[in-house]
């Protein structure tokens, strides 16, 4: 009898054991695959970032669409982040170095404005997909809400941290109620 309590009493613990260490290793996962990108508050990464000074280009972050009509936000605990104009970022003009991509200015601006996003290394394409900004995230807003970016007016195929800016380029990220609608 004693035995039999001693070998239930082993299998418990090593099920708590292999239990625990399922847990740790999905968190390391998650981890290293989704990163969340807090403000970061040195300046001077910043100005490194934007001072390039090599060509201009102009930044807006905006959430017009859910903004105009909040009726579409499911996740309510957000609601006071969403800003009542419905920009995050003004249309602001940055100095940036050539080759410079989609990602780099984003990432800049939003350290140098202290805007959270989340950023997501994806599998099996190249490149960043961001999924939240300002702790609004994709699905917020419905299946098919997120966040797109255009380039000067074009919705390029190309993921940000794969999109080379040119001098003048005009960058908008936006959320979208229902990407379909955009394509």
């Given at each position: 009898?004693?035995?039999?309590?001693?070998?239930?009493t082993k299998?418990?613990?090593?099920?708590?054991?292999?239990?625990?260490?399922?847990?740790?290793?999905?968190?390391?996962?998650?981890?290293?695959?989704?990163?969340?990108?807090?403000?970061?508050?040195?300046?001077?990464?910043?100005?490194?970032?934007?001072?390039?000074?090599?060509?201009?280009?102009?930044?807006?972050?905006?959430?017009?669409?859910?903004s105009k009509?909040?009726?579409?936000?499911?996740?309510?605990?957000?609601?006071?982040?969403?800003?009542?104009?419905?920009?995050?970022?003004?249309?602001?003009?940055?100095?940036?170095?050539?080759?410079s991509t989609?990602?780099?200015?984003?990432?800049?601006?939003?350290?140098?404005?202290?805007?959270?996003?989340?950023?997501?290394?994806?599998?099996?394409?190249?490149?960043?997909?961001?999924?939240?900004?300002?702790?609004?995230?994709?699905?917020?807003?419905?299946?098919?809400?997120?966040?797109?970016?255009?380039?000067?007016?074009?919705?390029?195929?190309?993921?940000?941290?794969?999109?080379?800016?040119?001098?003048?380029?005009?960058?908008?990220?936006?959320?979208?109620?229902?990407?379909?609608?955009?394509?």
């Amino acid at each position: 009898m004693q035995d039999e309590l001693f070998k239930k009493t082993k299998r418990k613990k090593y099920k708590f054991i292999a239990t625990a260490v399922i847990l740790v290793l999905f968190g390391l996962m998650a981890f290293f695959t989704m990163r969340i990108i807090a403000p970061d508050h040195s300046e001077n990464k910043v100005k490194k970032a934007v001072k390039g000074n090599d060509i201009s280009v102009t930044l807006e972050i905006n959430c017009k669409s859910l903004s105009k009509d909040m009726t579409q936000l499911k996740n309510r605990d957000i609601k006071e982040y969403i800003p009542k104009n419905g920009y995050f970022l003004k249309k602001k003009e940055y100095k940036i170095k050539k080759n410079s991509t989609v990602y780099d200015i984003f990432k800049a601006a939003c350290r140098e404005k202290k805007i959270p996003f989340i950023k997501e290394q994806k599998t099996g394409y190249s490149g960043v997909y961001v999924s939240s900004i300002g702790h609004l995230a994709e699905f917020d807003a419905g299946r098919n809400s997120g966040w797109m970016y255009s380039v000067n007016g074009e919705i390029p195929n190309l993921s940000a941290s794969e999109y080379k800016l040119k001098n003048k380029d005009k960058i908008v990220w936006y959320y979208v109620i229902n990407y379909k609608n955009e394509m």
